[in-house]
């Protein structure tokens, strides 16, 4: 059976467990050795490139690129024609896309024989999910997964994709996830990645308070006010979540020994400043580490022998 990584939600707990596992484990790199992986990209990214590019590079495999201008998914043709070509040319096809129903139809359109795997899409972000459980794993338990448990993990800002997957992520793991969010910006019910629906695992907490949100925190996490697409509103989402700014006064309400996470690209100044982003207590650029970490656990689980 083809193996897809498009959401957390989708996986068993067995799968995240092995994904994690591999991601730390020693490297075979012959793992995709004579196999191509095909690049996506709708959306461009410094790291999601980067780590998926030398990811598929230390295993044996060879990558090939694909802008938005080259492939223009339902512009230049079709979602399902281009994963049929994809198919015969390659094992895997990792995409970042505006449309998460991209790979439904994808995967339709080529009688589920190319494995797909999410860089990023409107509704999830996997991947960076994955990487930051194992970024949080390693400050707090040695790299030990299930060692988070019973951690407080705080969101700030405008609930995202990536906080629908990162919830979803940790409450899986039995970690407290609360998301400070004001009213119009705050995580809804439903969807392929809901972390409403997570059950057994930590507890989930809403709140419109940034301060009580973070109160508490072991880790506190944002993410960028303005995403791509979302240029017009810069103004309005700066007046709107400005409370909401990760800065010394919001952070010192956390716990003494709190850490940050933020995916990047950061928007220094607006939902994080800079003596935060560039302190001690931010872990960012181990998060950049582990996108690397995060991308070898999911391409060897994708190519384990079932």
Same mark, same amino acid.
């Given at each position: #059976?083809?193996? @897809?990584? #498009?959401?957390?939600?989708?996986? !068993?707990?067995?799968?995240?467990?092995?994904?994690?596992?591999?991601?730390?484990?020693?490297?075979?790199? *012959?793992?995709?050795?004579?196999?191509? /992986?095909?690049?996506?990209?709708?959306?461009?990214?410094?790291?999601?490139?980067?780590?998926?590019?030398?990811? /598929?590079?230390?295993?044996?495999?060879?990558?090939?690129?694909?802008?938005?201008?080259?492939? =223009?998914?339902?512009?230049? *043709?079709?979602?399902?024609?281009? =994963?049929?070509?994809? &198919?015969? #040319?390659?094992?895997?096809?990792?995409?970042?896309?505006?449309?998460?129903?991209?790979?439904?139809?994808?995967?339709?359109?080529? &009688?589920?024989?190319?494995?797909?795997?999410?860089?990023?899409?409107?509704?999830?972000?996997?991947?960076?999910?994955?990487?930051?459980?194992?970024?949080?794993?390693?400050?707090?338990?040695?790299?030990?997964? !299930?060692?988070?448990?019973?951690?407080?993990?705080?969101?700030?800002?405008?609930?995202?994709?990536?906080?629908?997957?990162?919830?979803?992520?940790?409450?899986?793991?039995?970690? &407290?996830?609360?998301?400070?969010?004001? !009213?119009?910006?705050?995580? !809804?019910?439903? =969807?392929?990645?809901?972390?409403?629906?997570?059950?057994?695992?930590?507890?989930?907490?809403?709140?419109?308070?940034?301060?009580?949100?973070?109160?508490?925190?072991?880790?506190?996490?944002?993410?960028?006010?303005?995403?791509?697409?979302?240029?017009?509103?810069?103004?309005?989402?700066?007046?709107?979540?400005?409370?909401?700014? /990760?800065?010394?006064?919001? #952070?010192? *309400?956390?716990?003494?020994?709190? /850490?940050?996470? @933020?995916?990047?690209?950061? @928007?220094?100044?607006?939902?994080?400043?800079?003596?935060?982003?560039?302190?001690?207590?931010?872990?960012?650029?181990?998060?950049?580490?582990?996108?690397?970490?995060?991308?070898?656990?999911?391409?060897?689980?994708?190519?384990?022998?079932?």
């Amino acid at each position: #059976m083809t193996r @897809h990584f #498009m959401t957390i939600e989708q996986q !068993s707990d067995k799968a995240l467990k092995k994904i994690y596992e591999l991601a730390t484990s020693p490297i075979n790199d *012959e793992t995709l050795k004579g196999q191509g /992986v095909a690049l996506v990209f709708e959306r461009p990214s410094l790291r999601t490139r980067a780590s998926s590019s030398v990811a /598929v590079q230390e295993l044996g495999g060879f990558v090939t690129f694909f802008s938005d201008e080259e492939v =223009g998914i339902d512009t230049r *043709e079709s979602a399902e024609d281009i =994963g049929r070509t994809l &198919n015969e #040319m390659y094992s895997i096809a990792a995409l970042r896309v505006r449309n998460h129903e991209v790979f439904k139809r994808m995967q339709t359109a080529t &009688n589920d024989q190319i494995s797909l795997i999410n860089l990023l899409s409107n509704v999830a972000h996997p991947l960076q999910a994955i990487a930051d459980v194992l970024t949080i794993a390693e400050h707090f338990a040695k790299g030990d997964v !299930s060692g988070i448990k019973g951690l407080n993990v705080t969101y700030v800002g405008d609930a995202t994709n990536v906080t629908r997957s990162l919830a979803v992520a940790l409450l899986r793991c039995g970690a &407290n996830v609360t998301v400070g969010a004001p !009213s119009g910006y705050q995580l !809804s019910a439903g =969807g392929e990645e809901d972390p409403s629906a997570v059950t057994g695992g930590g507890t989930l907490t809403l709140t419109d308070s940034p301060v009580d949100a973070v109160k508490g925190a072991d880790v506190v996490v944002t993410d960028a006010w303005v995403s791509m697409g979302m240029e017009a509103e810069t103004q309005k989402r700066r007046n709107d979540l400005s409370a909401f700014q /990760v800065n010394a006064k919001l #952070m010192g *309400e956390a716990k003494k020994d709190a /850490v940050l996470l @933020h995916c990047l690209p950061a @928007h220094r100044g607006d939902e994080i400043t800079d003596e935060i982003l560039d302190s001690d207590k931010s872990l960012v650029w181990r998060e950049v580490f582990h996108r690397r970490t995060a991308m070898l656990g999911v391409l060897q689980w994708i190519k384990e022998e079932k």
